[in-house]
């Protein structure tokens, strides 16, 4: 059974930190591409950032720069650190990692980031 788990989220003042993880179980790691999305109260869920297995990553033009996605393939870990949050990055953050051909995608069960202005 594939597993998404989440951590690291919580409340953060604005200019601030935080380091998302997400540790998978039950699955090949290294040959998925993975991803972060969110979703605030209200809209509709977006992907932030996207790391394929030969580590090349996308990000979504509102956090470029801010943000960096990476990959433990060892300890079947993404990672997303946010840096320089804003009240508008408040949102449930969920990991997806993204099935190889033929095969299901997998969502985490999301982790709240919560930023104070």
């Known amino acids: 059974q594939v597993q998404l788990v989440e951590s690291g989220g919580g409340l953060v003042q604005a200019g601030g930190s935080l380091r998302l993880s997400c540790a998978v179980s039950?699955?090949?790691?290294?040959?998925?591409?993975m991803g972060w999305s969110r979703q605030a109260p209200g809209k509709q869920r977006e992907l932030v950032a996207r790391i394929n297995s030969s580590g090349r990553t996308i990000y979504v033009d509102s956090v470029k720069g801010r943000f960096t996605i990476s990959r433990d393939n060892a300890k079947k870990t993404v990672y997303l650190q946010m840096n320089s949050l804003k009240p508008e990055d408040t949102a449930v953050y969920y990991c997806?990692?993204?099935?190889?051909?033929?095969?299901?995608?997998?969502w985490g069960q999301g982790t709240q980031v919560t930023v104070s202005s």
């Open positions: 039950g699955s090949i790691f290294s040959s998925n591409a």
């Open positions: 997806k990692m993204y099935g190889l051909e033929g095969d299901d995608d997998y």
